[in-house]
């Protein structure tokens, strides 16, 4: 493309967005800045590139005849920011492709790619719960773990395009009170997705407090279940949620400690057991070297649609990322 691109010139006028993960591909139109309404949903197609790319045709063409409009998508994987090839364990079709510009190619319209945890996190920082704060750290905890890290209303990304990644490369402690009596108990470090031993994403999304439970009393239930059994006083449900807040709190602590972050905006499935996020913000307080006296870890305002109003955001303001 010459001159001046879709995206420059796209701060007012409509752009289009999607949010993949590895179950739907939710598609999105935004008319104007701060307005994004989803219009249309469909089966990921995680193991095909020809049918991943019709899906997305299919969607552009029900929804975005005009091939002036750019797109923004907002999906899980690592992206390199040299060459722009992608790694999503959820969606195999398009590891290993330069994504943005082969989709460019076959939707015939400018196309960039996003990570959809640093999606979220621009969408809290800039229209959510972290309006007002210079330094906001989104911690995903859905199924697994993610985050993301906006420093003046911009994605914090570095040379090496990635931000905000606590969920891998950070250890969890090998012991943990889960009685409250001053005593250890050793938790076996688990492998992780990304190859290591023991990374915070093994515990702490809805699979790791099931993980926890199952290491802790051999039983396995549903993350839902136990903290359902947790808030009505089962004594193995609060030893399992007591051994998760404090596995959890110390790395997160330490992420704050490190840059300096004045609100922890929580996304994903977890996020909506408030009991939960509440025991949460108490222990990450206790660790964090400056005190904190308000509400420091809090429910994120846009967890359903932070993928779609993130993208919608780097599409007009393609400046607050690199990408």
């Not at 090496?160 to 050793?186: F, R, T």
């Amino acid at each position: 493309m010459n001159g001046t691109t879709g995206f420059e010139q796209r701060r007012s006028g409509r752009v289009v967005v999607a949010d993949i993960g590895g179950s739907f591909i939710r598609f999105g139109v935004s008319d104007a800045p701060g307005s994004v309404r989803q219009v249309d949903s469909v089966p990921t197609p995680i193991g095909s590139w020809e049918e991943f790319v019709e899906a997305l045709k299919l969607l552009a063409g029900r929804h975005a005849r005009e091939s002036d409009w750019p797109m923004v998508i907002s999906m899980a994987g690592a992206i390199e920011p040299v060459d722009g090839v992608i790694c999503s364990s959820n969606i195999p079709s398009v590891t290993g492709r330069r994504l943005g510009p082969e989709l460019t190619s076959h939707l015939g319209r400018e196309v960039r790619i996003a990570n959809d945890a640093a999606c979220v996190a621009l969408a809290e920082a800039v229209e959510g719960a972290g309006v007002g704060h210079d330094v906001v750290f989104c911690a995903v905890l859905g199924s697994g773990v993610g985050g993301g890290l906006v420093m003046d209303g911009r994605l914090a990304g570095g040379p090496s395009g990635i931000s905000g990644e606590w969920g891998h490369g950070m250890p969890v402690s090998a012991y943990v009170d889960v009685d409250g009596d001053g005593s250890a108990q050793p938790i076996a470090p688990l492998r992780c997705g990304c190859g290591r031993m023991g990374c915070v994403d093994t515990i702490g999304g809805a699979r790791g407090i099931e993980r926890l439970n199952d290491l802790l009393h051999g039983e396995q239930k549903d993350s839902r279940v136990i903290i359902d059994e947790w808030q009505n006083g089962s004594r193995p449900a609060r030893r399992t949620v007591t051994a998760y807040i404090a596995l959890v709190s110390e790395p997160l602590a330490a992420v704050v400690n490190i840059t300096g972050a004045s609100v922890v905006p929580i996304c994903g499935g977890l996020s909506n057991a408030a009991p939960l996020i509440d025991a949460l913000d108490s222990a990450v307080r206790k660790r964090t070297l400056w005190k904190v006296r308000e509400r420091l870890v809090v429910p994120g305002m846009l967890r359903r649609d932070g993928g779609l109003i993130g993208a919608a955001i780097i599409a007009r303001h393609p400046q607050r990322t690199k990408i």
